[in-house]
C-alpha cells in the first residue's frame, strides 16, 4: 500500500459530461503530480502542485483542470469529456519538490461513453 | 527535448534469463533516473533509482547502468523470475528550470516459467 489513495476506482460517464477525480497523498507529502495513462500508452504528465501552488503543467488539455487544497489533497476537473479522454489516471504524491520518489495511488479508470 | 525514449516495447524471457530495458534522454538538465514497475490494476512502483554522479548502481537482482556520454541509462534484471513479469517504466526528472518529471512509454516484460 503505497499510502495514496483516489476515489473513484472506476468513473463511466457520457461524453460532454464533466467529472472530478479525487486524490489524498502519503501523510506529509507536499508534492502531488497527476498523469494520465491510455491503453497501451506510457504515463502522460499532466500537472505538479506542490504545497497548494501549481508548478509544473505537461500536456494537460484546456479542458481538464486541478488544483491542491490547503489539506493537500488534491482533485483533477475534466470538463466536456470526450471519448479519447477514457483512461487510467493517476495520481502521485512525494515529500518534496526535488527529485524523489513518487508514490502512486491506484488510479481512477475514466470510462467515456 | 523533454522526452524519454525506451525501448523495447514488449520482452519476452525464459526464466533465469537477464531481461534489459534501454532508456535514451536529450535533456541534460535531467538529473534524477527511477525505475517503477506496474503490475495491472496497480499504480507504477518505485524500482530502483539513480543519480549520474554513479555509472552503476545494483539492488539484489536489478541493476541500473548509467552513460551520461551517451544520455542512456537501462535495467538489468539478473536471474528473471515469472513473478518479475509487469511493466517497466523508465522516467528522468530534474529541478532546474520547470520541474518536470517524465516517463518513459513502458516496456511489458513476460518471464516465462
Known amino acids: 500500500d503505497s499510502g495514496v489513495t483516489q476515489t473513484p476506482k472506476h468513473l463511466i460517464t457520457a461524453t460532454g459530461q464533466r467529472v472530478t477525480l479525487r486524490c489524498s497523498p502519503r501523510s506529509g507529502d507536499l508534492s502531488v503530480y497527476w498523469y494520465q495513462q491510455s491503453l497501451d500508452q506510457g504515463l502522460q504528465f499532466l500537472i505538479h502542485y506542490y504545497n497548494g501552488e501549481e508548478r509544473a503543467k505537461g500536456n494537460i488539455l484546456e479542458r481538464f483542470s486541478a488544483q491542491q487544497f490547503p489539506d493537500l489533497h488534491s482533485e483533477l476537473n475534466l470538463s466536456s469529456l470526450e471519448l479519447g479522454d477514457s483512461a487510467l489516471y493517476f495520481c502521485?504524491?512525494?515529500?518534496?519538490?526535488?527529485?524523489?520518489?513518487?508514490?502512486f495511488g491506484n488510479g481512477t479508470r475514466l470510462t467515456v461513453t | 527535448q523533454q522526452q524519454v525514449k525506451q525501448s523495447p516495447q514488449s520482452l519476452i524471457v525464459q526464466k533465469g534469463g537477464i531481461s534489459i530495458i534501454n532508456c535514451a534522454y536529450e535533456n541534460t538538465a535531467f538529473d534524477y533516473f527511477p525505475w517503477y514497475q506496474q503490475f495491472p490494476g496497480k499504480g507504477p512502483a518505485l524500482l530502483i533509482a539513480i543519480r549520474p554522479d554513479v555509472s552503476e548502481k545494483k539492488e539484489g537482482r536489478f541493476t541500473i547502468s548509467f552513460n551520461k556520454s551517451a544520455k542512456q541509462f537501462s535495467l538489468h534484471i539478473m536471474d528473471s523470475q515469472p513473478g518479475d513479469s509487469a511493466t517497466y517504466f523508465c522516467a528522468a526528472s530534474t529541478t532546474s528550470g520547470t520541474y518536470k518529471y517524465i516517463f518513459g512509454t513502458g516496456t511489458r516484460l513476460k518471464v516465462l516459467a
Open positions: 502521485a504524491s512525494s515529500p518534496q519538490v526535488s527529485n524523489s520518489p513518487l508514490h
